[in-house]
């Protein structure tokens, strides 16, 4: 990752999920450096098991991190929050200590909100109130709509981003490289042709809409936040006046309020959204994701499953997708 694009600089943001991570991140990055470890025990300890999958994609994303610091680059903007569940919403206390670390360290401040229910929605109005009044200027991604309408009717002063989960991207990866094979009877147009506009068609974003971007303009949001997929995405120069970020090296795949982690110790939440304290399995293990086409095994975390991106993730940085930020997670956001 170069740094640098079309128009200036890339912006680099950090996006840590948890204030424990934040607060010992010098400590979570000191990882030992993979080509230290020997070939046969490499081998035996990076499998298909999903978390040594999670282990080796932390420990590439940490050494990429402290290359990219080493090479005069800094990170100028710190993404704190949770995207994918609302048991993990943090406090308003966990959230002052996170604005005061990134005030410390001279960082931009980026509150991350998810999808919610009505109580999650009472808690996350109860984040921004604090946040509104002690940093009012601060940016809030939304990843819901019920939360996007309280931002403009109750605290317009905070910048609104619209998340990636509000993004319609095809994230499946499926005929990425290749497109498959098509009936052309009773089509009057080269074969090519078609193929071609099968591929442009998972490229597209829900922003395409003119009439979608006036809504969201209407409600303050100047900036959207996309995931990496391989097939690229197609956004015109400009990006219709938005400015972009997307994540990287973990990607959002898929996801939902049903817990199948969390149900591995109470059945219940497998099926339904309670309203029970949940004991967090998610902190200590991971479930295997039996998705296929992806160019690298997907882990399951929590609710939701992400992928670690490779190579196909250099258009967004190197100018050819006008990406202006980069929100770099060196874990995996939940």
Known sequence: ????????????????????????????????????????????????????????????????????????HKVSRLYFGQEFCEHLIPSCDDLEKALSVARESGLHFTYVTGYVTDDGLAVTRRNLAWLAE?????????????????????????????GRLQIKQQR????????????????????ADV???????????????????????GLGVKRFDLDIVPQGVEIPAGAWGFGVSCYYPWGYVTGSRNCYT???????????VTGARCPAPCRRMNRGAKIKHFPQPPVQRGNSVFIYHTQYA?????????????????????
């Open 172 to 191: 499946m990866a499926r005929f990425t490289t290749k497109a498959p094979q098509v009936s052309m009877r009773g089509v009057n147009a080269p074969e």
């Open 195 to 217: 193929l071609g506009r099968q591929i442009a068609a998972l490229r597209r974003l829900n922003l395409s809409i003119p009439e979608y971007r006036q809504r969201l303009q």
């Open 134 to 162: 002690h940093s009012p200027d601060s940016e809030v991604v939304v990843n819901d709509w019920g939360v996007l309408a309280m931002l403009a009717e109750e605290f317009p002063t905070l910048q609104p981003v619209l």
């Open 314 to 334: 250099t258009p967004y940085w190197n100018g050819d997708i006008p990406i202006d930020r980069i929100v770099f997670e060196p874990w995996i956001p939940l």
């Open 1 to 72: 990752m170069s740094g640098s694009r079309a128009g200036g600089e890339m912006e680099l943001a950090l996006y840590l999920s948890d204030l424990d991570a934040l607060l010992h991140l010098e400590q979570g990055l000191r990882n030992s450096d993979s080509f230290d470890i020997p070939q046969f025990i490499f081998a035996s300890m990076f499998g298909d098991d999903p978390g040594a999958q999670e282990y080796l994609g932390n420990l590439v994303a940490s050494e990429w991190l402290e290359n990219y610091l080493a090479a005069g």
């Open 262 to 272: 969390a149900g591995m110790l109470d059945p219940q939440r497998s099926y339904v």
